[in-house]
């Protein structure tokens, strides 16, 4: 079984960073493209940033280019999500998924069905204005 292990939120003032960690140990995301996903308070869970397996392409989100960047370490198998400029409209719980349609006109989704079992826990940012 996958686990998924998501890292680095907590609180933080709104104009400030934060860097998120996915890794999936004994799994390993190294093949895959992955997805960084949030899930503000009631409210559905979206693709924010996407990258692929190579890390040569990524996507972002309208609302967070030019503040979010993804990125991978192929070395120690882990995926970043770097968010500077935070505003409190990014405040929600982060998870991370391999990611479908990366390289098509649509908008990339998860691999994983909204309740899949391979849902890590999620690390929460709480952006405070």
């Known amino acids: 079984q996958v686990q998924v292990l998501e890292s680095g939120g907590g609180p933080v003032e709104s104009g400030g960073s934060l860097r998120l960690s996915c890794e999936a140990p004994g799994h390993g995301f190294n093949n895959h493209a992955i997805g960084w996903f949030r899930q503000a308070p009631g409210k559905e869970r979206d693709v924010v940033a996407g990258?692929?397996?190579?890390?040569?392409?990524?996507w972002l989100e309208d609302s967070v280019k030019g503040r979010f960047t993804i990125s991978r370490d192929r070395a120690k198998d882990v995926v970043y999500l770097q968010m500077n400029s935070l505003k409190s409209e990014d405040s929600g719980t982060y998870y991370c998924?391999?990611?479908?349609?990366?390289?098509?006109?649509?908008?990339?989704?998860?691999?994983?069905?909204?309740?899949?079992?391979?849902w890590g826990q999620g690390t929460q940012v709480v952006v405070s204005s």
């Open positions: 998924a391999p990611l479908l349609g990366l390289y098509s006109d649509e908008r990339p989704r998860a691999a994983w069905e909204r309740g899949s079992i391979y």
């Open positions: 990258i692929s397996y190579s890390g040569t392409q990524t």
